[in-house]
């Protein structure tokens, strides 16, 4: 729900120097501090199929807690980068709580945390080595994306519009900085567009129904949340 920077934008200046690439220890390390994150995420999904309402709860507020425990498992070096990692994941578990709850008002506030993690991951992007001067040109797509359904949704909005736009405009910028560090990070930044677009459809736009629905948005949520991990833990901050 938001453009993104023209490719003519010059990239922001980094504060940090890409490390060297892992070596075969460190990816071990790495792949197995993430064990317990991916089991959980299979774990969600299956349950969701199910459909027990108890069980989706207990384990959606265990996901993010896993990722966290995976960046701490890591060894990643200590500073401004890690503490915003470890932020945006915290503020995406206040989302994922506050968004169990019903009506507008725990949307709202579980929409705020979610839209907080995104400033995180914002200011942790402009903080890392990009791959070039210039975002990359199909991050313009992000732009088309974010006109499309303010207008397919904005009939449908009512009271919650301002905040849907606020939040997609930040959204779209973490993705398109996401693009601009590319790899695992940039897929994982894509990921979380597509996630909460099926998100928003689901809310707001009338006759919108696919029984698939909860799976789709959380498959894709998991995956972007992981990817973005495990791409900054890789390449940026060790």
């Not at 027990?52 to 507020?61: H, Q, S, Y």
């Not at 980068?81 to 932020?87: K, M």
């Not at 949307?107 to 705020?112: E, K, P, R, T, Y």
């Not at 990359?136 to 905040?163: D, M, N, S």
């Given at each position: 729900?938001?453009?993104?920077?023209?490719?003519?934008v010059?990239a922001?200046?980094?504060?940090?120097v890409?490390?060297?690439?892992?070596?075969?220890?460190?990816?071990?390390?790495?792949?197995?501090?993430?064990?317990?994150?991916?089991?959980?995420?299979?774990?969600?999904?299956?349950?969701?199929q199910?459909?027990?309402?108890?069980?989706?709860?207990?384990?959606?507020?265990?996901?993010?807690?896993?990722?966290a425990?995976?960046v701490?498992?890591?060894?990643?070096?200590?500073?401004?980068?890690?503490?915003?990692?470890?932020?945006?994941?915290?503020?995406?578990?206040?989302g994922?709580?506050?968004?169990?709850?019903?009506?507008?008002?725990?949307?709202v506030?579980?929409?705020l945390?979610?839209?907080?993690?995104?400033?995180a991951?914002?200011?942790?992007?402009?903080?890392?080595?990009?791959?070039?001067?210039?975002?990359?040109?199909?991050?313009?797509a992000y732009?088309v994306?974010?006109?499309?359904?303010l207008?397919?949704?904005?009939?449908?909005?009512?009271?919650?519009?301002?905040?849907?736009?606020?939040?997609g405009l930040?959204?779209?910028?973490?993705?398109?900085?996401?693009?601009?560090?590319?790899?695992?990070?940039?897929?994982?930044?894509?990921?979380?567009?597509?996630?909460?677009?099926?998100?928003?459809?689901?809310?707001?736009?009338?006759?919108?129904?696919?029984?698939?629905?909860d799976?789709?948005?959380?498959?894709?949520?998991?995956?972007?949340?992981?990817?973005?991990?495990?791409?900054?833990?890789?390449?940026?901050?060790?």
């Amino acid at each position: 729900m938001t453009p993104a920077a023209p490719a003519s934008v010059p990239a922001p200046d980094t504060e940090e120097v890409a490390p060297e690439p892992l070596a075969r220890t460190d990816r071990r390390r790495l792949a197995a501090a993430f064990v317990p994150y991916v089991l959980l995420a299979i774990v969600h999904l299956v349950v969701i199929q199910v459909g027990d309402a108890a069980a989706i709860t207990a384990t959606k507020l265990l996901l993010m807690p896993a990722l966290a425990v995976a960046v701490l498992l890591a060894r990643p070096s200590r500073g401004v980068a890690l503490g915003l990692l470890l932020a945006a994941i915290g503020l995406s578990w206040g989302g994922d709580a506050l968004l169990t709850g019903r009506g507008d008002g725990w949307f709202v506030a579980g929409l705020l945390s979610f839209l907080a993690a995104h400033v995180a991951y914002v200011v942790l992007f402009l903080r890392l080595p990009a791959n070039g001067r210039r975002l990359p040109w199909w991050t313009l797509a992000y732009g088309v994306w974010f006109a499309g359904f303010l207008a397919l949704l904005a009939p449908g909005l009512g009271g919650l519009l301002v905040p849907v736009v606020v939040y997609g405009l930040v959204l779209g910028a973490m993705a398109a900085l996401a693009g601009g560090l590319g790899g695992l990070v940039a897929l994982g930044g894509a990921l979380f567009v597509a996630s909460d677009s099926v998100l928003a459809l689901g809310r707001f736009l009338p006759g919108y129904d696919v029984a698939v629905h909860d799976l789709v948005v959380m498959s894709t949520y998991l995956a972007a949340q992981g990817l973005i991990v495990l791409g900054v833990l890789t390449r940026h901050v060790r």
